[in-house]
T-cell receptor, first 112, second 119 residues
Framework: GNSVTQMEGPVTLSEEAFLTINCTYT??????LFWYVQYPGEGLQLLLK?????DKGSNKGFEATYRKETTSFHLEKGSVQVSDSAVYFC???????????FGTGTRLQVFP | NAGVMQNPRHLVRRRGQEARLRCSPM?????VYWYRQLPEEGLKFMVY????????ESGMPKERFSAEFPKEGPSILRIQQVVRGDSAAYFC?????????????????FGPGTRLTVL
């Protein structure tokens, strides 16, 4: 079956620290991979995506590379800001319907 | 261009009552997805609909839950005889279409969610 596993939080960092949130997946076929961000009290926003192996998704300083050999899609940012504090969800989509399968989410807390 | 709209934003029901959650997709979008987020958990897919059709309901509980997306009007997620375990945030997402292709993806745009509390 299809599933996503991501590191548990919370992740607590000081401003300007380096961020890594690990994500691995299990899937049949060739899924697309995503990172979504959820700010308190809001819905999900697409942060970045990659649709095939070795693609790198990037947005707002965040990056993630689709690694087929390790079935991973780790999220990284070189220098986090307080405003990055949110819950981050790794997800994959099933090709035929595009329905999304999410990890459990990782809460990031950035302190000044 | 308005985004995905959901209402109500907050809904309180007593056990045994019915809950109706509404989702208006983005203009021009004919594909709607419903997801449920239980406290401290990720989102779980419930159902995928196109206008007047249920395409995939593999995530819907077998009883008490139903969904529709009529030709006119919003998509409705209906929960009959609610129980405390139904308390969750319910998110709707819409997309232009499902890609069905290996090399492309049609982005799903999420609404702000409806937070259901069952007393």
């Amino acid at each position: 079956g299809n599933s996503v596993t991501q590191m548990e939080g919370p992740v607590t960092l000081s401003e300007e620290a380096f961020l890594t949130i690990n994500c691995t997946y299990t899937a049949t076929g060739y899924p697309s991979l995503f990172w979504y961000v959820q700010y308190p009290g809001e819905g999900l926003q697409l942060l970045l995506k990659a649709t095939k192996a070795d693609d790198k998704g990037s947005n707002k300083g965040f990056e993630a590379t689709y690694r087929k050999e390790t079935t991973s899609f780790h999220l990284e940012k070189g220098s986090v800001q307080v405003s990055d504090s949110a819950v981050y969800f790794c997800a994959l989509s099933v090709r035929d319907t595009d329905k999304l399968i999410f990890g459990t989410g990782t809460r990031l807390q950035v302190f000044p | 261009n308005a985004g995905v709209m959901q209402n109500p934003r907050h809904l309180v029901r007593r056990r045994g009552q019915e809950a109706r959650l509404r989702c208006s997709p983005m203009k021009g979008h004919s594909h709607v997805y419903w997801y449920r987020q239980l406290p401290e958990e990720g989102l779980k897919f419930m159902v995928y609909l196109q206008k007047e059709n249920i395409i995939d309901e593999s995530g819907m509980p077998k009883e008490r839950f139903s969904a529709e997306f009529p030709k006119e009007g919003p998509s409705i997620l209906r929960i009959q005889q609610v129980v405390r375990g139904d308390s969750a945030a319910y998110f709707c997402a819409s997309s232009l279409r499902a890609s069905g292709r290996v090399d492309s993806y049609n982005e799903q745009f999420f609404g702000p969610g409806t937070r259901l509390t069952v007393l």
